[in-house]
């Protein structure tokens, strides 16, 4: 397996890039729409071909690189059906399976940052995007957050996950670069450690965080892909 985590120093968003060693295939997990040229320099650099964009959700802080990509190299976007992008080409759902050459990538329903966040796991590592931070969480007052349902998400999606599986997270603004299950369920100071549902909810509630700064731009442009809406 070739990876690489990549960092988007702007916005905090680690993107990360999976290739086959044997086919050359590989795909980007939440993609950056400035930092386009720098993968595409990557590919090119490690000999892959880049079939795929997963996103892990319709992310308010960043615009995807999925619609450049889609554009420059062919790659086709996936991302939830519940997530509200309906320019992706492939909407997945809750245990759909993912091959990229000799990697598979399973889909987990993992909502409550938004409706349509998903985790990939893929083998000994799964990608969390803003469902669980390294000793954090996504936020949930808005996109459709719901505390309750991320707890559900977290404990039952994600916990369930064998202990020494590594965990990737879409943001980490501490320089924590990776995670364990283990560390997550014993360590993370929201819901880590027997952490109840009821104390999360109120956690989540007492936060008052700011508004986020690109949200208005970012929104609109990741329903589409990060390309200019149509129209
Ligand atoms: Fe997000």
């Given at each position: 397996?070739?990876?690489?985590?990549?960092?988007?120093?702007?916005?905090?968003?680690?993107?990360?890039?999976?290739?086959?060693?044997?086919?050359?295939?590989?795909?980007?997990?939440?993609?950056?729409?400035?930092?386009?040229?720098?993968?595409?320099?990557?590919?090119?650099?490690?000999?892959?071909?880049?079939?795929?964009?997963?996103?892990?959700?319709?992310?308010?802080?960043?615009i995807?690189?999925?619609?450049?990509?889609?554009?420059?190299?062919?790659?086709?976007?996936?991302?939830h059906?519940?997530?509200?992008?309906?320019?992706?080409?492939?909407?997945?759902?809750?245990?759909?399976?993912?091959?990229?050459?000799?990697?598979?990538?399973?889909?987990?329903?993992?909502?409550?940052?938004?409706?349509?966040?998903?985790?990939?796991?893929?083998?000994?590592?799964?990608?969390?995007?803003?469902?669980?931070?390294?000793?954090?969480?996504?936020?949930?007052?808005?996109?459709?957050?719901?505390?309750?349902?991320?707890?559900?998400?977290?404990?039952?999606?994600?916990?369930?996950?064998?202990?020494?599986?590594?965990?990737?997270p879409?943001?980490?603004?501490?320089?924590?670069?990776?995670?364990?299950?283990?560390?997550?369920?014993?360590?993370?100071?929201?819901?880590?450690?027997?952490?109840?549902?009821?104390?999360?909810?109120?956690?989540?509630?007492?936060?008052?965080?700011?508004?986020?700064?690109?949200?208005?731009?970012a929104?609109?442009?990741?329903?589409?892909?990060?390309?200019?809406?149509?129209?």
């Amino acid at each position: 397996m070739i990876f690489r985590q990549l960092f988007d120093a702007q916005t905090h968003t680690y993107s990360y890039l999976l290739g086959c060693e044997r086919t050359r295939r590989a795909s980007l997990i939440d993609s950056v729409a400035s930092e386009v040229d720098t993968y595409i320099d990557l590919l090119q650099s490690l000999n892959l071909n880049l079939l795929y964009t997963f996103e892990t959700h319709v992310h308010a802080d960043h615009i995807t690189g999925a619609g450049l990509l889609r554009q420059k190299l062919g790659s086709k976007s996936v991302v939830h059906r519940d997530a509200g992008a309906m320019c992706a080409d492939l909407l997945v759902t809750d245990g759909v399976l993912l091959q990229i050459g000799d990697l598979e990538f399973e889909v987990r329903h993992t909502p409550g940052h938004t409706n349509g966040c998903v985790s990939y796991l893929m083998q000994d590592r799964v990608f969390t995007g803003d469902a669980l931070l390294i000793n954090g969480s996504g936020r949930t007052d808005f996109q459709q957050g719901d505390a309750g349902q991320l707890y559900d998400s977290i404990t039952k999606k994600l916990f369930s996950l064998p202990a020494d599986t590594l965990v990737y997270p879409g943001h980490d603004y501490h320089g924590n670069t990776v995670s364990t299950i283990k560390q997550e369920i014993t360590k993370n100071s929201r819901l880590g450690n027997n952490t109840s549902r009821e104390q999360f909810i109120a956690t989540m509630q007492n936060l008052k965080l700011a508004y986020p700064k690109f949200i208005d731009q970012a929104l609109p442009a990741n329903q589409s892909c990060g390309l200019m809406p149509q129209g």
